[in-house]
């Protein structure tokens, strides 16, 4: 059964940089050209924003209000990705969840992690 | 952008639960989808394709809809089923989501 961990730190002061990794078990993040690996986030009392997502060969797709400041990568031999986003103010704060995108002739989301929260704050 | 209603839905076990999700403008329903969420747990897919049921998830949800305007039914609510539900598209490489629909136990 897939299980995607999202991990990093739960606080980063304003200006910083978040980190954060999505741990995949379960399957190989390279096994199929159908698959994505996306990162969502939720900020309080907001619905979901897409901020990305990568291919398993590296090529990647940012949300444009976030493009400047973001970068999502991928580990395949440690069978992860991560992203970092940078310049990082309150509004950043959010759950991240990371999530399998199935991109083929449908497009959604169908395995997520349980997400993890980060707080910007001083 | 997509707009859901209700915003809260208030039912008992066993009513019928119906939940729009609309889109600002035509959009494909190959890329709408349907996701419940409850507090502390990882987001679970229901509906892909605007119509078509995720693996193992029951019959008495269903997903419907075309163009501009999508409708996700839940037959007969079970006590699990109170949660908050989105809806999502993908539109000029974008992923977007809805801002959810609470239905809560009345």
């Known amino acids: 059964q897939l299980r995607l961990q999202e991990s990093g730190p739960g606080l980063v002061k304003p200006s910083g940089t978040l980190s954060l990794t999505c741990s995949v078990s379960?399957?190989?993040?390279?096994?199929?050209?159908?698959?994505?690996w996306a990162w969502i986030r939720q900020s309080p009392g907001k619905g979901q924003e897409w901020i990305g997502h990568?291919?398993?060969?590296?090529?990647?797709f940012y949300n444009p209000s976030l493009k400047s400041r973001v970068l999502i990568s991928v580990d395949t031999p440690k069978n992860q990705f991560s992203l970092k986003v940078n310049s990082v103010t309150p509004a950043d704060t959010a759950v991240y969840y990371c999530?399998?995108?199935?991109?083929?002739?449908?497009?959604?989301?169908?395995?997520w992690g349980k997400g993890t929260t980060v707080a910007v704050s001083s | 952008v997509l707009t859901q209603s209700p915003g809260t839905l208030s039912l008992s076990p066993g009513e019928r639960a119906t939940l729009s999700c609309r889109a600002s403008?035509?959009?494909?329903?190959?890329?709408l989808a349907w996701y419940q969420h409850k507090s502390g747990q990882a987001p679970s897919l229901l509906i892909f394709?605007?119509?078509k049921r995720a693996t193992g998830i029951p019959d008495r949800f269903s997903g419907s809809g075309s163009g501009t305007n999508f409708t996700l039914t839940i037959s007969r609510l079970e006590p699990e089923d109170f949660a908050v539900y989105f809806c999502?598209?993908?539109?000029?490489?974008?992923?977007?989501f809805g801002p959810g629909s609470k239905v809560e136990i009345k």
């Open positions: 999530a399998r995108l199935v991109a083929q002739y449908y497009y959604y989301m169908d395995v």
């Open positions: 379960g399957d190989s993040i390279s096994s199929s050209s159908s698959y994505h």
């Open positions: 990568i291919y398993y060969s590296g090529t990647t």
């Open positions: 403008q035509s959009v494909s329903s190959s890329y």
């Open positions: 394709g605007a119509s």
């Open positions: 999502q598209h993908y539109v000029d490489s974008r992923f977007i």
